[in-house]
Every structure is written in structure tokens, then in C-alpha cells.
């Protein structure tokens, strides 16, 4: 049995992106068996347009808060980068987080910001990232805290409460952490791998607070249209719907970009309400095709020209000298 479990490790660390588009596949495979093609078809046969359009301009504010968030944090870094550099990194990191389990690529986005540390910029995007997943935790913990019987919802209301607590103090451990560091090393690095400590401020954490409750809310209305796109449902049954399935998908990180984790919570979570898999497939599948697969294939776009600029402004010689804030 260890020398099976061994064997299938090593094939997902030789090839971990073969085994996620594999697992892409299996998931859809099953989802399509199960709900069966002809429902899916019918139900994009039987589409509202008018829903789908706005749907697709919700990708506006939903990319423009993203910006403003991410430029938001860079207020950390000294000189704080352009908003075309920032834009930049953010398309580009969009791009090398679509083949990584919960986009966590993303955290190469210091590739695309020249003359800061890599390492400050992950920790940074750490910070970014982290809030959205917090957004689908809190939202997610208090769907289920009206949903689930006594005494359940008292663990999940508590639970919120000591999340709450924490991020308004957690920038208190930053000294203790850099004096327990720096006994060992005086390296910048520990400085850079600190910056998201440097970032979580109060007044940062309510300033992404504010940011990331307006982008969460923006993308759950975003599926709430997609969903009226092929189906009737009620905005009350959206609200205790949707933010469970961008819990439990955020639960499972295993595929590329949630392709198939989310349409399988969005068939079963909206399946107990009454809504047939066939739009609550299309809902979620239309979703990721307007918030994972374009912004990805824009972010492609963008990291190659990004990358062939800076190939073209690089000096000739081999003998550049890099900077400290390039460790």
C-alpha cells in the first residue's frame, strides 16, 4: 500500500499539470454523466441573454476592485510601483496561477515588478490573496450558521469572531517574530518575508476588509445572474446558496482554476433547493469561463509581452550587478 501511495505522489510531482487536466476531465466526465449532456444543452438553448450580458459586465468591477486592492497593498513597498506595473503583475500573475491548485502561482507575481524583492512582493500577494479567502470563509461560516441546527451555529459564529480578532492583532507578532529571526541571520530577507506583517495594519486590514467585501459581493452577484441566466431562483435562495458552493469549493484546491469543483457544489448545493443540474452547471461552468479562463488568457497575453520587454531592455553584458532588493 506505502509503495502504491508512493507511486502516485511521485506521478503528481513529475507531472502535477497533467494530473489536474486529468482530473479536470474525470470531474466533468462524471458531472456530464450524471446530470446527462442533453440537460446542458437545453439549458444554454434556453439561456436569457439579457442576464448573460450582465453578467459579463460585472467582469469590469470585478477586475477594476482587484486592481485597486492589489494597488492598495503596494502602498507597502517603497517606491510604490506605477498603476500600469501593478496592472501588470496582476494580469500576469492571473496567468501563472491558472495551472496551480487555488491559483496560488499567483505569488510569482514579483516576476513582472522589476527593482523590489520577490520575496516581499509574494509575501505581499500572500496578504491579497489571503483576504479573498477570508471573504469566502466568513460569508461561507455564516450561511452555515443559519443553516445548520443548535448548537452549531454558536461554533460557527465563535469561530468568525476569534478570525475577526486575529486579523486586527496578528501585525503584533511582527516584532516578536523579527527578533526571534534576526538572532539567527540579519539578512534583508527576513525583513522582505515579514512585509505581509508590515501590511496588516488596522488601517490597511479595514481598507481590504472594504475592498474584498465589495469584490466578493460583486462576484457573488456575478453567479446570482448566471444562474438566473438559465433558471428561475430567488434572491433568497441565492443568498443561502451561493456563498456555500464558493465555500466548499475553496475547501477542495485540487483542479485548475475550481474547473469542475465548483460546477460538482454548485449541482448539489443548488440541487436541494430544486434547481436541476443542467443550469446549475452551466451557472458555475459560464462563471469560470468569465472570471478564471479570459482574465487568464489576457494575463498570458500580457506576461509574454511584459516578458519579451524586458528581455529587450535587458544589458547585453552578463556583468550586471543584481540589487539586494532583487534576493
Known amino acids: 500500500m506505502k509503495k502504491i501511495v508512493k507511486a502516485i505522489v511521485g506521478i503528481i510531482k513529475r507531472h502535477p499539470i497533467k494530473v489536474r487536466i486529468g482530473l479536470v476531465v474525470i470531474l466533468f466526465s462524471v458531472l456530464i454523466y450524471s446530470i446527462h449532456p442533453a440537460e446542458i444543452i437545453l439549458a444554454f438553448k434556453q439561456a436569457r441573454p439579457l442576464y448573460l450580458f450582465y453578467a459579463a459586465v460585472l467582469m469590469v468591477p470585478n477586475l477594476l476592485l482587484q486592481l485597486f486592492k492589489w494597488s492598495f497593498v503596494m502602498r507597502n513597498l517603497n517606491p510604490r510601483p506605477s498603476i500600469k506595473t501593478t496592472a ?45 479567502q477570508l471573504m469566502i470563509y466568513l460569508f461561507g461560516l455564516t450561511t452555515l450558521g443559519f ?26 507578532l511582527r516584532p516578536v ?15 522582505n518575508a515579514l512585509a505581509a506583517f508590515d501590511a496588516l495594519s488596522i488601517r490597511t486590514v479595514l481598507g481590504m476588509l472594504a475592498y474584498s467585501i465589495v469584490f466578493y459581493m460583486t462576484f457573488t452577484f456575478q453567479l446570482y445572474c448566471l444562474i438566473l441566466c438559465f433558471t428561475d431562483i430567488s434572491f433568497f435562495t441565492a443568498i443561502r446558496t451561493v456563498p456555500l458552493i ?43 469561463v468569465l472570471a478564471f479562463l479570459i482574465p487568464s488568457f489576457i494575463g498570458g497575453i500580457v506576461f509574454a509581452f511584459s516578458h519579451k520587454r524586458r528581455s529587450q531592455e535587458a544589458p547585453a553584458s552578463g556583468d550586471r550587478t543584481v540589487p539586494l532588493s532583487e534576493k
Do not use: C
Request: aromatic letters at 14%; charged letters at 10%.
Open 147 to 172: 443553516i445548520l441546527p443548535w448548537p452549531f451555529p454558536v461554533v460557527t459564529f465563535l469561530t468568525e469572531g476569534i478570525i475577526i480578532v486575529i486579523l486586527f492583532n496578528i501585525h503584533r
Open 246 to 288: 464558493f465555500f466548499f469549493n475553496s475547501m477542495f484546491p485540487i483542479a485548475i482554476g475550481d474547473l469542475g469543483i465548483k460546477e460538482f457544489f454548485a449541482v448539489h448545493v443548488l440541487g436541494v433547493y430544486g434547481i436541476a443540474g443542467g443550469p446549475a452547471f452551466s451557472a458555475s461552468l459560464t462563471q469560470n
Open 88 to 132: 501588470v503583475s496582476l494580469f500576469g500573475g492571473f496567468f501563472l496561477g491558472a495551472t496551480t491548485p487555488g491559483r496560488t502561482g499567483e505569488i510569482a507575481r514579483g516576476l513582472l515588478i522589476p527593482d523590489h524583492s520577490k520575496l516581499r512582493i509574494a509575501s505581499l500577494t500572500v496578504v491579497d490573496k489571503g483576504f479573498n
Open 177 to 191: 517574530l523579527a527578533t526571534v529571526f534576526h538572532k539567527f541571520t540579519h539578512s534583508q530577507q527576513v525583513d
